[in-house]
Each structure stands twice: as structure tokens, then as C-alpha cells.
């Protein structure tokens, strides 16, 4: 215990001060983070849960089970979406952009909270395969570090813009009753539009057509076996 909240300190140290630390800080902080993710204990920005003032819905069992399903959906999304930072984090220089990295990923947080709660809250439960999604995703998120900080912020750029068409699906999915759910899933959207736009910004380079097919492909598997288990 002590060693992981040591890493915790660590990692928020980090965040206020320009000092470097050495390959086992690094993989304590990693460790830390990914265990936060996977038990729900995420450190999050502290924004309100755009859920909490919208009244909830008199839901039909059915429109409940597909609200469940699909924000399950996106906490899985949202499990992977830290990985990929985490991981980009380990391998990338992004010098330039480390503290709007570092922002977006606070923000993943509030997302990957507000989905857990959302969840819960409709009596279902987040993904069982939520350690496979983070391990893939983190391996992921190093190797696009390793090619280099415009292909990595291309890869963000791309991730975004594939999680907001994703969303608009789910919005024609939940019931338009289902406020809370909803109000999630638009907050999401606004701010993955926002993440997007800052890697473009700060270099990223649009990526090969196989790439993006790939990078579809995998987010299918995922979504897909999400929806289920
Ligand atoms: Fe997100
Ligand atoms: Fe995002």
C-alpha cells in the first residue's frame, strides 16, 4: 500500500514541478494509474456530473437495459482512452504539450466517473473485460509514442474524431427521456471535440487510410463486446 500511495504523491508532485524521475517512479506512477482506472478511483478534474441536475425517467425496462448497455459501452471507451494516455505518456517527448495532454486526461477521468456512476445507477455494471481494454490500449498508446509526437497527436486527433461519431450513435440510441444518460454523453462530446482540435493544434498529423481502418476495426471489438459482457 505504501508503495502505491507513494507513487500517487508522485504523480501529483509531478504535475506542479519540472522534476524528473527515474524509470521506477515512472512505473509506479503507471501502475497507480491503472489500477485507479480499472477500481473506479480515478483522479478527475472535480467538474459537477452533468447528470446530477437533470431529473431521472419513469425508463422501460428495455430503454433502461440499452441506456445501460451503451454507457457501459463508453466507460469501456473512456477505460481506454486513459491508457492511451498513460501509455503516450511513457514513451512520447510532447514537451510542448505535456500539460494539455495531462489536462485532457484529468478530463477522460471525469468521463470515466460519470459513466461508472451512470451505470451503477441503472442497476448494470462496467465491462468485465475493462483490464484487457487498458492493457491493449496502453500498449497501443506507447507504440504510437515511439513513432514519434506528430504521429502520436495524429492518433489522438483520429481517436477523437472516431469517439464523437461514436457518440452521435448513442445519442440516437438512448431513449430521449433518458436526460441523464444524455447529458453525459453530450458533455463527452463537447469536450473529445475540444481534445481533438488541441492535438491538431499542436501538430498532429492526419493518419494513413490503413491506419484509421485499423484503429475502427479494434474500437469495434471493443464496443462490441462492451455492449455484452
Ligand atoms: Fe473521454
Ligand atoms: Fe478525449
Not at 494509474?33 to 472535480?46: F, S, V, Y
Amino acid at each position: 500500500m505504501w508503495r502505491l500511495e507513494s507513487a500517487d504523491v508522485i504523480a501529483h508532485t509531478d504535475r506542479m514541478s519540472s522534476r524528473h524521475y527515474s524509470a521506477v517512479d515512472h512505473l509506479l506512477i503507471n501502475f497507480d494509474q491503472a489500477l485507479r482506472t480499472l477500481a473506479g478511483k480515478p483522479l478527475t478534474t472535480e467538474r459537477p456530473d452533468p447528470a446530477d441536475d437533470r431529473e431521472e425517467a419513469d425508463l422501460t425496462a428495455a430503454e433502461r437495459d440499452e441506456s445501460a448497455r451503451l454507457m457501459r459501452v463508453n466507460h469501456a471507451g473512456e477505460v481506454a482512452a486513459q491508457a492511451l494516455y498513460q501509455g503516450q505518456a511513457l514513451t512520447a517527448r510532447l514537451d510542448a504539450v505535456r500539460s494539455s495532454m495531462e489536462n485532457a486526461a484529468a478530463e477522460e477521468n471525469d468521463h470515466l466517473a460519470w459513466c461508472e456512476k451512470r451505470v451503477r445507477s441503472l442497476d448494470s455494471h462496467v465491462s468485465y473485460l475493462n483490464p484487457l481494454w487498458y492493457a491493449g490500449s496502453f500498449t497501443i498508446g506507447a507504440l504510437a509514442g515511439l513513432a514519434g509526437d506528430k504521429w502520436s497527436l495524429g492518433f489522438v486527433a483520429e481517436t477523437e474524431k472516431q469517439v464523437i461519431e461514436h457518440l452521435d450513435g448513442h445519442l440516437k440510441r438512448v431513449s430521449e427521456r433518458d436526460r441523464k444518460s444524455r447529458a453525459v454523453i453530450e458533455q463527452m462530446k463537447i469536450d473529445e471535440a475540444h481534445h481533438g482540435a488541441e492535438a491538431r493544434r499542436a501538430g498532429g498529423a492526419a493518419l494513413p487510410g490503413p491506419v484509421r481502418g485499423l484503429m475502427r476495426l479494434t474500437s469495434r471489438v471493443m464496443t462490441g463486446s462492451a455492449y455484452w459482457f
